[in-house]
């Protein structure tokens, strides 16, 4: 059973800092992995999705990268600003179902 | 524009009333999908549907419903069957099953 691990639950950081979120998952046979962004009260905002043969992919200031042979990925944020404050979840797609398993997500605060 | 729409954006629910979510796509994506998201946990998927007239079950399908009779349309009944049915629930779509997956701005159910 695939389970996705996201740690911290919470971090909170100064405006400009670049900054580092992880998500570890169990089963590495994956077909592709996909960054979320959740505002309260809201629905999910693809941010980045990562083929299994690729290495990473950039949005803007975003930028993902996968080693599916550890079972980590991280999504990385250059000079953070208050508008990043948000819940970031990340997210595997995996097995014979190609069942979405969703780790419970990091809560990121920008302080200006 | 090209989009998922849920309706309401709130509902209120009596004990052992049946209530019904629309989610609708006008992306031509031929996959739907139903989640629940309660506080501190990650998303768990209700059921989902590859073509229109087929769906299968998800991890947690016990009390709920679905149908499939045109592309556009996933509707979810949340039965009285349903013990616990207060939460927030998300409707998502994808071109196919193995690729990126877009959500939905949800609908949040509280049984009074």
């Known amino acids: 059973k695939q389970e996705v691990t996201q740690i911290p639950a919470a971090l909170s950081v100064p405006e400009g800092e670049n900054l580092v979120l992880n998500c570890s998952f169990t089963?590495?046979?994956?077909?592709?992995l996909q960054w979320f962004r959740q505002d309260p009260g809201k629905g999910l905002t693809s941010l980045l999705l990562i083929q299994s043969s690729q290495r990473e992919q950039t949005s803007g200031r975003l930028n993902a990268s996968l080693d599916k042979s550890s079972g980590r990925s991280t999504l990385y944020i250059a000079a953070s600003q208050p508008g990043d404050s948000a819940t970031y979840l990340c997210a595997v797609l995996t097995g014979a179902n190609s069942k979405l398993t969703f780790g419970k997500g990091i809560t990121l605060s920008v302080r200006p | 524009d090209g989009g998922i729409t849920q309706s309401p954006k709130y509902l209120f629910r009596k004990e052992g009333q049946n209530v019904t979510l629309s989610c609708e796509q006008n992306?031509?994506?031929?996959?739907m999908y139903w989640y629940r998201q309660d506080p501190g946990q990650g998303l768990r998927l209700i059921y989902y549907s590859q073509i229109v007239n087929d769906f299968q079950k998800g991890d947690i399908a016990e009390g709920y419903s679905v149908s499939r009779e045109k592309k556009e349309s996933f509707p979810l009944t949340v039965t009285s069957a349903q013990k616990n049915p207060t939460a927030f629930y998300l409707c998502?779509?994808?071109?196919?099953?193995?690729?990126?997956?877009?959500f939905g701005p949800g609908t949040r159910l509280t049984v009074l």
């Open positions: 992306l031509n994506h031929d996959a």
């Open positions: 998502a779509s994808s071109r196919d099953r193995l690729v990126e997956q877009f």
């Open positions: 089963d590495s046979a994956i077909y592709n």
